[in-house]
């Protein structure tokens, strides 16, 4: 008898440590659209996907709301990240013209149950081009289920428009609208995306006012908030920003414990006579490269606890 209340105490103790523990990491990376321009200065698609690959595995993220991918970089980055799959249209037609807001998720780890698109406009239900924006602007969502536990959330993605002001106050007030209509008002939701405005804009205060949607950065405690800069970079390694136009919204059934915006580099270009510093250990040499960012926004990690 001791020996199975024993066996029962621990079942209980590993569940409980268990459920305490379940955590989801989730991103939101723009990954800048792959452009003829940017390859011209150094900053090419093709020498920032292997990054931007290797940025998702090292880091193990669960679901990235990626956006400005055109089809050819979602295919690129489905190809080279085994175990995850994406949802998301062109925003162009609703199939593969222009950018996507896709989502990607672990394929071992969540089960997909439903998912869609609608575009932030005056007639969300077709591919169109809303208020006073300058191009077509969409959100990609999916509905999910944890493989291990049962547990079922919502995941939105988006990306607002970067000319039209009132675009932005009004996609505000229809994503909002949305989510309620496709997810309710108690489940578990999540929206990421480059959401074009700061943390002082009337877009931002429409989406932190509605009792409804609470900025992660805003919930995690201090100790754990690793910001050492914004959310846009212009390609710049030497500049920094308190603004933060990327953002990861959450409801109330989750708590964000983590928040990080990796300002993380690579170099190219490494050429010249190896130098050595002088210092130990004497046979260290090093040679003079280019840095350069994996995109033209550094992206948010944040670990959601449920």
């Known amino acids: 008898m001791k020996k199975i209340s024993f066996l029962l105490l621990v079942i209980v103790f590993i569940f409980g440590a268990t459920a305490q523990n379940r955590e989801l990491k989730v991103s939101s990376f723009n990954v800048r659209n792959d452009n003829s321009g940017d390859a011209d200065a150094g900053n090419g698609w093709q020498n920032r996907y292997p990054v931007i690959v290797s940025m998702i595995l090292f880091h193990d993220l669960d679901i990235i709301g990626t956006q400005e991918c055109k089809n050819n970089q979602v295919n690129d980055l489905k190809n080279h990240l085994p175990g995850y799959n994406y949802i998301g249209v062109g925003r162009g037609d609703g199939k593969t013209a222009d950018e996507y807001s896709a989502i990607f998720y672990k394929t071992d780890?969540?089960?997909?149950?439903?998912?869609?698109?609608?575009?932030?406009?005056?007639?969300?239900?077709?591919?169109?081009?809303?208020?006073?924006?300058?191009?077509?602007?969409?959100?990609?969502?999916?509905?999910?289920?944890?493989?291990?536990?049962?547990?079922?959330?919502?995941?939105?993605?988006?990306?607002?428009?970067?000319?039209?002001?009132?675009?932005?106050?009004?996609?505000?007030?229809?994503?909002?609208?949305?989510?309620?209509?496709?997810?309710?008002e108690s489940a578990p939701v999540f929206l990421t995306g480059d959401f074009n405005v700061g943390q002082t804009s009337e877009g931002y205060e429409i989406i932190t006012s509605s009792c409804f949607l609470y900025d992660s950065y805003n919930l995690v405690p201090a100790a754990y908030r690793y910001a050492l800069s914004g959310t846009f970079n212009d390609f710049k390694t030497n500049t920094v920003t308190e603004t933060r136009i990327d953002h990861v919204f959450v409801t109330a059934a989750f708590t964000p414990s983590r928040y990080g915006v990796l300002t993380e580099i690579y170099w190219t270009d490494a050429s010249g006579t190896p130098i050595h510093s002088g210092n130990f250990p004497a046979e260290v040499e090093y040679l003079t490269a280019t840095p350069r960012v994996p995109s033209d926004h550094w992206p948010i990690v944040v670990a959601l606890k449920y």
């Open 109 to 184: 780890k969540f089960d997909l149950l439903a998912h869609g698109d609608f575009w932030l406009s005056e007639t969300p239900d077709v591919p169109s081009k809303g208020w006073d924006a300058a191009l077509n602007r969409i959100c990609t969502w999916g509905k999910f289920e944890e493989k291990a536990t049962g547990f079922q959330f919502y995941a939105f993605n988006l990306h607002f428009d970067h000319v039209g002001v009132l675009a932005r106050v009004e996609s505000s007030k229809l994503v909002i609208d949305k989510i309620k209509e496709i997810a309710g």
